[in-house]
Every structure is written in structure tokens, then in C-alpha cells.
């Protein structure tokens, strides 16, 4: 009678065992041996490992616009005092359209000698001076008339207009939060297609990504200008598409998730 209840009692404790191995084996993730480098054995965890990239577009809110002065002549002074009247030229416009001088950059003026070669033999023809502006506004209106007003100017040579942002860091803390989010949710549809659930997150890594400023030239708005002022037309509006008007911002993320 002793025996049988002792038999009994064993049976229930070896049932309550397997209970609590059997939670302990659902709580904690199946834990697999691996061999490293060194050659030592390792345990890892069950982990799934995803890349996605995200890109999203943002409305311009600074533009930056670069011209350059380019001056010749035969003589060096006379080069030189030319270069200083025509400069005015590009401070007046700037003040007519109400933008600080502030926001003018410009370089030193750069004087080189032009050489002519003929039969072998070369000779000074004169001398060449240039200097370069950059011009920031916070409007696209502003950006395409100055563009507009400086492109009747002869000696005046423009370039190219980037759109930029003001909140680089705010812009770029969304797109990256955005890479995030759609990294683990890429890893939850690839773990509930095998009936797992996610677990820690192991590992993150950015991977590339950036901002890319759009620039658009000023090609067609510079061939209106000179022909409207040609043919004696009457001032003409602001080309603003001419001016590229959005920002590119792009984030890459690598995530390695623990799977239970």
C-alpha cells in the first residue's frame, strides 16, 4: 500500500515537471549552438534580419542661387575698376527685391592674363576678371525674379538654383523614424508567416541614405528675359518653374529581430 502511494506521488511530481519545463520552453526562445570564428561554441537565438529604405519629398524652404561676373579687356586697370561698377549692378537688384546683403556671398575676384598663340609664339591679349555670388532667399519668388532681373545683365553669367531645407536635422529625424517603422513591420509579416512573434530587437545599422538637393537651370527663363527686353516687350512675371522646388530625403536601415 506504502509502495503504490509512493508511486503515486512520483507520478504527480514527474507530471508538474514536465508542466513547468514544458512554460519554460514557450517563455524562452529556442536557443540554437553555433561554432565562431576562434572556434568555441556559441548559443544564438531564433532572429530574423531585414533592410528596407525609405524616401520622402519635402517642399523647398531656402534657395540658393549662384551667378558669376566675368570682365575683359586689354587693359588691367581698366578690367579691374569695370569689375567693381558692374558688381554694384548685382547689390542694386538684390536691394530692389528687399533681400539682405547678408545674404550675398561672394569670393574674391580672381584676374588672370589672356594669352593668344600664333605661329609658335604667344602673346598677351589682355586680361580676364571673375568673380562669383551666391544669393540665399526663403522664397521661390524671390529667387526666380532676381534670376529674371540679372539675366538682362551682359556680364552677368547664371547658374544653377538649389532647392534646399532650413530643418536639415528635423527633416531627416522623420525619414529615418519612417525606415524604422517599416523595417519592423516588414519583420512581423515575415514571422507571422511562420507563426512566430517578435521579440527583441538585436541589431540596427544605417545603411546610406542622405538628401538630395534638386537644382534646375535657368535655361528657358534666361532665353525669355533676353528676348522680351529685345523685342522691347513689357516686364515679364517671375518664371517660377524654372526654379526646382522640393528635397529629396531618403534613410536605410538594416535590423536584425530576435523571433520567439
Same mark, same amino acid.
Given at each position: 500500500m506504502i509502495a503504490k502511494l509512493l508511486n503515486i506521488i512520483c507520478l504527480v511530481l514527474l507530471i508538474a515537471c514536465a508542466c513547468v519545463l514544458i512554460r519554460t520552453v514557450k517563455a524562452e526562445p529556442a536557443v540554437v549552438p553555433a561554432v565562431s570564428s576562434d572556434g568555441t561554441t556559441v548559443y544564438d537565438v531564433p532572429k530574423i534580419e531585414v533592410s528596407v529604405s525609405e524616401s520622402k519629398k519635402f517642399a523647398a524652404d531656402k534657395f540658393e542661387m549662384g551667378f558669376s561676373l566675368e570682365i575683359r579687356g586689354r587693359d588691367k586697370d581698366a578690367v579691374t575698376r569695370r569689375m567693381a561698377e558692374r558688381r554694384s549692378v548685382i547689390f542694386e537688384n538684390v536691394k530692389s527685391l528687399e533681400i539682405p546683403q547678408s545674404n550675398v556671398e561672394q569670393n574674391s575676384v580672381d584676374v588672370r592674363k589672356d594669352w593668344s598663340y600664333r605661329s609658335g609664339k604667344?602673346?598677351?591679349?589682355?586680361?580676364?576678371? $571673375?568673380? /562669383?555670388?551666391?544669393?540665399?532667399? #526663403?522664397?521661390?519668388?524671390? +529667387?526666380? %525674379?532676381?534670376?529674371?532681373?540679372? &539675366? !538682362? *545683365?551682359?556680364?552677368?553669367?547664371?547658374?544653377?538654383?538649389?532647392?534646399?531645407?532650413?530643418?536639415?536635422?528635423?527633416?531627416?529625424?522623420?525619414?529615418?523614424?519612417?525606415?524604422?517603422?517599416?523595417?519592423?513591420?516588414?519583420?512581423?509579416?515575415?514571422?507571422?508567416?511562420?507563426?512566430?512573434?517578435?521579440?527583441?530587437?538585436?541589431?540596427?545599422?544605417?545603411?546610406?541614405?542622405?538628401? $538630395?538637393? /534638386?537644382?534646375?537651370?535657368?535655361? #528657358?527663363?534666361?532665353?525669355? +528675359?533676353? %528676348?522680351?527686353?529685345?523685342?522691347? &516687350? !513689357? *516686364?515679364?512675371?517671375?518664371?517660377?518653374?524654372?526654379?526646382?522646388?522640393?528635397?529629396?530625403?531618403?534613410?536605410?536601415?538594416?535590423?536584425?529581430?530576435?523571433?520567439?
Amino acid at each position: 500500500m506504502i509502495a503504490k502511494l509512493l508511486n503515486i506521488i512520483c507520478l504527480v511530481l514527474l507530471i508538474a515537471c514536465a508542466c513547468v519545463l514544458i512554460r519554460t520552453v514557450k517563455a524562452e526562445p529556442a536557443v540554437v549552438p553555433a561554432v565562431s570564428s576562434d572556434g568555441t561554441t556559441v548559443y544564438d537565438v531564433p532572429k530574423i534580419e531585414v533592410s528596407v529604405s525609405e524616401s520622402k519629398k519635402f517642399a523647398a524652404d531656402k534657395f540658393e542661387m549662384g551667378f558669376s561676373l566675368e570682365i575683359r579687356g586689354r587693359d588691367k586697370d581698366a578690367v579691374t575698376r569695370r569689375m567693381a561698377e558692374r558688381r554694384s549692378v548685382i547689390f542694386e537688384n538684390v536691394k530692389s527685391l528687399e533681400i539682405p546683403q547678408s545674404n550675398v556671398e561672394q569670393n574674391s575676384v580672381d584676374v588672370r592674363k589672356d594669352w593668344s598663340y600664333r605661329s609658335g609664339k604667344r602673346e598677351l591679349v589682355g586680361y580676364v576678371a $571673375t568673380q /562669383n555670388f551666391v544669393v540665399t532667399v #526663403n522664397r521661390k519668388i524671390d +529667387a526666380a %525674379a532676381l534670376v529674371q532681373a540679372l &539675366a !538682362a *545683365e551682359p556680364d552677368v553669367e547664371i547658374h544653377r538654383t538649389a532647392a534646399q531645407l532650413k530643418d536639415v536635422d528635423g527633416v531627416q529625424s522623420q525619414v529615418i523614424k519612417a525606415a524604422g517603422k517599416k523595417a519592423l513591420a516588414k519583420a512581423r509579416d515575415y514571422a507571422e508567416g511562420v507563426d512566430a512573434k517578435l521579440g527583441r530587437v538585436l541589431q540596427i545599422n544605417g545603411e546610406g541614405g542622405g538628401i $538630395t538637393y /534638386n537644382r534646375r537651370y535657368r535655361t #528657358n527663363g534666361l532665353m525669355m +528675359a533676353k %528676348a522680351a527686353m529685345l523685342d522691347g &516687350a !513689357a *516686364e515679364m512675371a517671375p518664371d517660377e518653374n524654372a526654379i526646382a522646388d522640393s528635397v529629396e530625403v531618403s534613410a536605410s536601415v538594416r535590423i536584425v529581430v530576435e523571433l520567439k
